[in-house]
């Protein structure tokens, strides 16, 4: 698939709680599947599909969301957004002290944080003990605040005293970075 593909179609776009309203209205309230699909917008086909595949209980009971994926499936991640945050914290941390970081560093810190969280990892991450350069590419796609660029030399007199070690790993402990 294109790295930079943009959807054409609203097709399989349907909220995974208005799925399940409407296969609450067929299955409990025994309104037709397509009176139900019109009434909320949504194919009949793709209603009958749904209709099966919720399980009854589910239905039945009063859950706000289907246990089963409802529409396309986004791309495969390996940090949740609350982690991906963190690592964007720690970058811009690391640039607000007159340390920024260079990409190397960044995609092998992302390998020590998928690590230490024990996160499904592509074979490469494990291989080369790094984040891919195209996650590292998305990544900064991702996070538009991201200036990232190749380290350059500081002469001694402008250098700041940097708080921040020149080597940085995960620690265990949630949003704890330290020096090894």
């Known amino acids: 698939m294109v790295r930079t593909y943009k959807r054409k179609t609203t097709r399989a776009s349907t909220a995974p709680d208005t799925m399940l309203k409407a296969v609450r209205q067929v299955l409990v309230f025994k309104k037709t599947i397509r009176g139900a699909a019109e009434e909320f917008g949504i194919n009949y ?4 599909r749904y209709c099966t ?8 009971g009063g859950a706000e969301h289907p246990s089963c994926t ?3 499936i986004g ?29 190397r560093a960044i995609r092998k810190l992302a390998f ?3 690590k230490s969280h024990q996160l499904h990892t592509p074979p490469s991450w494990r291989d080369n003990k790094q984040a891919s350069s195209d996650w590292f590419t998305s990544f900064l796609k991702r ?17 700041v005293q940097i708080s921040l070690c020149s080597h940085t790993s995960y620690s265990s402990e949630p949003s704890m970075f330290q020096c090894f």
């Open 45 to 48: 086909r793709t209603l009958a």
């Open 53 to 60: 595949k919720i399980p009854r209980e589910e239905v039945e």
């Open 70 to 72: 409802v529409g396309f």
């Open 75 to 103: 791309a495969r991640q390996v940090f949740s957004p609350e982690l991906e945050a963190e690592l964007v914290a720690y970058v811009l941390l690391a640039s607000d002290v007159y340390y920024t970081l260079p990409p």
């Open 112 to 114: 020590q944080l998928a």
């Open 143 to 159: 996070h538009p605040l991201l200036s990232i660029t190749s380290p350059a030399g500081v002469s001694s007199r402008s250098q």
